[in-house]
């Protein structure tokens, strides 16, 4: 489900990156704790590391 919405959002040009490379980059960042720049509510809420400023 969640590689179809990515490439519905690479379609529409929202993203120029495979869905499948995007998938194993957000887990690898969720591995690492890194930081995730987002300014989706709903994200912010849930992952203790997202950030919006």
């Not at 590689?3 to 887990?27: H, S, T, V, W, Y």
């Amino acid at each position: 489900m969640v590689l179809l919405e990515i490439q519905f959002l690479r379609e529409a040009g929202k993203l120029d990156i495979r869905p499948e490379r995007f998938l194993k980059d957000m887990k690898q960042a969720a591995f690492n704790e890194a930081p995730l720049l987002t300014r989706d509510k709903n994200i912010l809420e849930h992952y203790h590391r997202a950030v919006w400023d």
